[in-house]
């Protein structure tokens, strides 16, 4: 079992676990009587089950993200009402990365609308990993989703602003609303994603050859990579993914972030691109829409019901965290959570 969850995504063994039969039906019948159990029961469980798994390793072609705490593991979930219910490393912060592209994403549909998405960057996924450049290629600087990095590094281009400082302003602001609190970069990740990141200045560059980037590509790049740099700790993460799951009002602040339909084209883009070339996998073992970061933290939105965000630095090959992965699934499984199971009516 640990042979497999190091070799693959956490995928490959929720299949090895299915196929094995009637241990695993049974206990998945299980949680699904008892979907009303409290939440905080389930997370408890879940951080109990899950905290000592094994699998995975950090992230190290960004330098200082290899030298993260691999052990932190936090889990947090926020209700619309604005309940929160916790387990684990609370305190611990770790770089959002990839997570922010969804408040970026977010953003730039609330200022330009979604046919401005649609036209400039592309809604589908590119089934390839989340830097790579063939995809550009492949499609001329078309279709390159705002979930992975080229489509990132572009709708990091077209945020409102007159030069550097105000776009970087748009962004800290758009982030601290969802987040119901200030957030701050964490330096050193940015300086060694900056001193590291001639891969996604490449891709800029190459998009802009394309006539698909919509800033200067320079400066694009490093405003995307310290948009990366955010620090985030579980709850704060949460709060995130809460906001989205109540069609864009912080349930903390009740501050208005983004409208219902910023939100909802926000999450479609989620559900086909979240966990990079894995988003079918995920989609299909968990049903919501998710995005992860490879500083280890996950999202998932219930809409209209939670967000939940879970923290675990150690990733599988697709960049994805192990145990948040994991958690996640448990969590959404034992809650009744994935939209598409449905109960018959007789
Ligand atoms: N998948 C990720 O989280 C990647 C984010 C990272 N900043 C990068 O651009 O490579």
Redesign the pocket.
């Not at 770089?95 to 592209?101: E, F, R, T």
């Not at 992860?292 to 500083?295: C, D, F, I, R, W």
């Given at each position: 079992m640990k042979k497999l969850i190091n070799r693959s995504s956490f995928l490959a063994l929720f299949f090895a676990l299915a196929v094995a039969g009637q241990s695993w039906s049974q206990q998945t019948m299980t949680v699904m009587e008892v979907d009303t159990r409290p939440y905080q029961e389930v997370i408890d469980e879940v951080y109990e089950k899950i905290k000592d798994m094994p699998g995975g390793k950090n992230?190290d072609?960004?330098p200082e993200l290899a030298l993260v705490d691999s052990t932190i593991f936090g889990i947090a979930l926020i209700t619309v009402d604005g309940d929160i219910y916790t387990a684990g490393d609370l305190d611990d912060r770790v770089?959002?990365?990839?997570?922010?592209?969804v408040f970026t994403l977010a953003q730039v549909i609330e200022e330009q609308g979604a046919r401005s998405i649609m036209d400039k960057i592309g809604v589908d996924a590119t089934g390839l990993k989340?830097?790579s450049i063939i995809a550009i290629e492949l499609k001329q600087g078309k279709e390159i989703n705002p979930l992975?990095?080229p489509g990132?590094?572009a709708a990091t281009s077209l945020i409102a602003g007159n030069n550097y400082e105000e776009k970087w302003k748009n962004i800290t602001t758009t982030y601290n609303k969802f987040a119901g609190t200030e957030l701050f970069v964490n330096e050193p990740v940015y300086k060694s994603?900056a001193a590291t990141?001639q891969?996604?200045q490449a891709i800029a560059y190459l998009l802009d050859a394309y006539g698909r980037m919509y800033y200067d590509p320079a400066e694009a790049t490093d405003i995307?990579?310290k948009q990366?740099?955010i620090n985030v700790n579980t709850k704060e993460l949460a709060a995130m993914a809460s906001t989205l799951a109540n069609g864009g009002i912080n349930p903390l602040t009740k501050e208005k972030v983004v409208s219902p339909e910023t939100v909802a084209f926000t999450l479609s883009v989620m559900a086909t691109a979240g966990l990079?070339d894995n988003s079918g996998q995920w989609l299909y073992a968990t049903g919501l829409p998710g995005k992860?970061?490879?500083?280890g933290g996950i999202i998932a939105v219930d809409p209209g019901k939670y967000g939940i965000a879970v923290i675990g630095p150690k990733l599988d090959e697709a960049?994805n965290s192990v145990k948040a992965q994991y958690a996640i699934y448990e969590i959404v499984k034992a809650l009744d959570g994935n939209p598409y199971e449905i109960t018959p009516v007789k």
């Open positions: 992230a072609y960004i770089s959002i990365q990839s997570i922010s592209k989340f830097n992975v990095n990132a590094i994603e990141n891969r996604n995307y990579t990366c740099a990079y992860s970061g490879v500083g960049g």
